[in-house]
């Protein structure tokens, strides 16, 4: 397919010459007469004209500067003739002509002083001295005089110049066009170093569903011979961070096209119609470069569903944008060659309009890597990086399980940093380690903790730890600290075996207990309970929720969900108050079978318990072989101990498994 000059904006339009050696051409048409060097010389000596004649014609006369004192004699003698005040400034004549330094005559200024009591008034109207005055900040200086009398019209003249040089460049339109102007940014082929597949790991399916779009973009010819037609529109859709913006580059970089790219929230101003205007404009230049891609991200921002409208101003703006938006994608013709790809974390507010067969109508989902991505991604990141021989990237990626690649960039740079600061010359795996714990845990506190309250952290957390070692099928334990970090007094880090993809119901219910083992311990240990398992509370509160309002895990409600459609995170409110009732019971009832497991497991493991206390006090910091050691558990072959799972409560079944969906992600976590 033939290229035209039209179709590149970056070449020169026919009929116009090319510069030679890459200089740009020469614009066609008169030159503005501001820009003319006579107009600038004329201008500067008209200024200069202006304030000679204004320092000449009103500059006053020289005056003799005498003190105050020269003054008071001059009038109780009667050779004062009048005087002029403004403030404390006097001007006036003499009658005769009065020396004082190297000057003379009868012009005469002084300065009275502010602490002066001589009753003036008195003494001039004593010797018949006529008295006028001047308001404060009359006169002055001809310089500042000048400014006031020509400072506004500079100003006016300046303005209207600006005002010409902006309708001769804004284009159709003239100046008010320009607000409509696309501020979207072009990367062009010879825009410097290019984003391909190879820059992008761990969404191998995302970069399959995405190979079409680049082979049509190569070769649109072999499509359209055939009447086949591209989608018009590609909706990334992933968690943040999952690499969506970068695989929307990385098609534009493979096809070797010209990309527009910017956030769904620049089309929106508080001026109602630009943000249409702006659509307009963006897609009229992106049909001008065709084949060309547009990247919208955060598509949300605009294209929020219209149904749930209900408020005016910004918004009207927001919904003439979205509708302009869908009158450009329905009005693309098989010939144009233009894909818009559009990101979002939040599919289910999008308008339906948008995801229908003609505009979005290919959605491509980009989800967290696995180990085997996690790794891949991990090699991308470490290329720029002196690494230890010894690192194994499979081993990091296996202690990361449920991060993404904004995650696992972090994680790279963190351990580059740590190994900077200790001094050494690679990074080895001890700073990848460190770097995961900041990552998960946060960074420490320097706080000091009382011996009373060390010991009650060392309880609650070593109930987090042994539940994690006694319960079947439950994350193994890697670490327990009572070292404050981020906002927590005390730490148990558990890493999953392997990546999970279903979570049977005895898995989500052992969760739930060794959340509730801190509590617990707390109760065994001490009789009491604290305030230290709030953030314990909310993850069993909402695994439990989550078990009976979405995944049909209650035997009394069955298998139904009870979530609005499309939106897991929010409640439906289509069912009745009984089955609200019902909803809380259940929920309460899962918590206070797993809260008497718990009890139960750390009553008759207290001496495990203890031991593990004991340990921690002394450390501070256990790792899982120093776990083992204190609790006098020998590490099973699978990873876990070799403890009889209990029978599933209430009859439930066995097999039941639920899809790896949002909260699973945070589950695994």
């Not at 003379?104 to 008195?122: H, I, M, N």
């Not at 990247?295 to 302009?324: V, Y």
């Not at 979405?550 to 069955?558: N, T, V």
Request: aromatic share 6%.
């Amino acid at each position: 397919m033939a290229s035209s000059p039209k179709n590149r904006p970056w070449l020169p339009a026919p009929g116009k010459p090319a510069a030679r050696d890459g200089a740009p051409a020469p614009a066609a048409g008169p030159t503005p007469f501001w820009r003319s060097r006579g107009f600038w010389i004329y201008l500067l000596v008209l200024l200069a004209l202006n304030y000679l004649i204004t320092f000449v014609f009103m500059s006053g006369p020289t005056r003799v500067t005498v003190p105050y004192t020269t003054f008071i004699q001059q009038v109780n003698a009667d050779n004062v003739k009048d005087i002029t005040a403004q403030a404390n400034s006097i001007q006036g004549d003499f009658k005769k002509s009065v020396t004082y330094g190297s000057a003379s005559g009868t012009l005469f200024q002084t300065e009275r002083p502010v602490f002066a009591t001589d009753k003036l008034d008195a003494v001039l109207e004593q010797h018949n001295v006529p008295i006028s005055a001047t308001p404060p900040g009359s006169g002055g200086s001809p310089l500042l005089n000048l400014l006031l009398s020509f400072g506004p019209a500079l100003l006016l003249i300046g303005g209207l110049l600006y005002l010409s040089r902006r309708m001769s460049t804004a284009g159709p339109g003239g100046i008010l066009g320009a607000f409509g102007q696309s501020r979207a940014k072009l990367y062009t082929p010879d825009s410097g170093p290019r984003t391909t597949f190879a820059d992008v790991a761990g969404i191998d399916e995302a970069k399959q569903d995405l190979a079409e779009v680049v082979d049509f973009l190569k070769t649109p010819e072999k499509y359209q011979r055939l009447g086949a037609q591209i989608p018009h529109g590609v909706l990334l859709v992933g968690p943040p961070g999952t690499g969506k913006t970068l695989l929307a580059r990385a098609v534009a970089g493979e096809s070797n096209r010209p990309f527009f790219s910017l956030s769904a929230s620049e089309f929106v101003e508080a001026i109602v119609g630009v943000g249409a205007a702006r659509v307009r404009d963006l897609f009229a230049k992106a049909k001008a470069a065709a084949p060309s891609i547009i990247f919208i991200d955060e598509l949300d921002a605009i294209g929020r569903s219209r149904a749930s409208s209900a408020t005016f101003g910004a918004n009207d703006e927001r919904e003439q944008t979205l509708n302009q938006i869908l009158t450009e994608m329905d009005g693309f013709t098989p010939n144009q060659s233009v894909v818009v790809l559009a990101a979002t974390n939040r599919p289910e507010v999008l308008d339906p309009a948008l995801l229908r067969p003609g505009r979005f109508d290919r959605r491509v989902t980009v989800s967290p890597p696995d180990r085997v991505g996690r790794e891949a991604i991990l090699r991308i990141h470490t290329r720029n990086v002196r690494l230890d021989p010894r690192v194994d990237l499979g081993d990091v990626a296996g202690a990361t399980a449920g991060l993404v690649g904004a995650d696992l960039r972090n994680i790279v740079n963190e351990a580059a940093l740590i190994a900077a600061r200790k001094g050494h010359d690679t990074v080895a795996r001890d700073d990848f380690d460190e770097a995961i714990e900041r990552s998960v845990l946060g960074l420490r506190r320097p706080i000091t903790l009382g011996s009373d309250e060390r010991r009650l952290i060392a309880y609650h957390e070593s109930g987090h730890a042994l539940l994690g070692l006694l319960i079947p099928e439950a994350d193994p334990v890697k670490k327990v600290t009572i070292v404050p970090r981020g906002l927590s007094l005390g730490v148990t880090y558990s890493q999953p075996v392997d990546d999970r993809y279903n979570y049977p119901e005895r898995y989500l219910r052992g969760r739930i207990t060794a959340a509730l083992g801190g509590r617990a311990a707390e109760e065994v240990a001490y009789g009491t309970v604290t305030t230290g398992a709030e953030n314990d509370l909310q993850q069993v509160n909402q695994i439990a929720r989550s078990m009976v309002v979405r995944w049909g895990m209650s035997p009394r409600l069955g298998p139904i969900n009870l979530t609005q459609p499309g939106d897991g995170a929010s409640l439906s409110k289509d069912f009745s108050e009984e089955t609200a009732r019902l909803l809380d019971e259940e929920v309460r009832r899962i918590v206070d079978e797993c809260h008497q497991e718990a009890v139960r497991l750390l009553t008759e493991n207290r001496d495990r318990l203890d031991r593990l206390v004991e340990a921690l006090l002394k450390k501070d910091t256990l790792d899982q072989d120093e776990i083992y050691a204190a609790t006098g558990l020998s590490r099973p072959p699978a990873g876990r101990p070799v403890i009889a799972p209990p029978p599933p409560a209430n009859g439930a079944s066995k097999d039941r498994d639920l899809a790896r969906d949002e909260v699973g992600s945070e589950i695994e976590r």
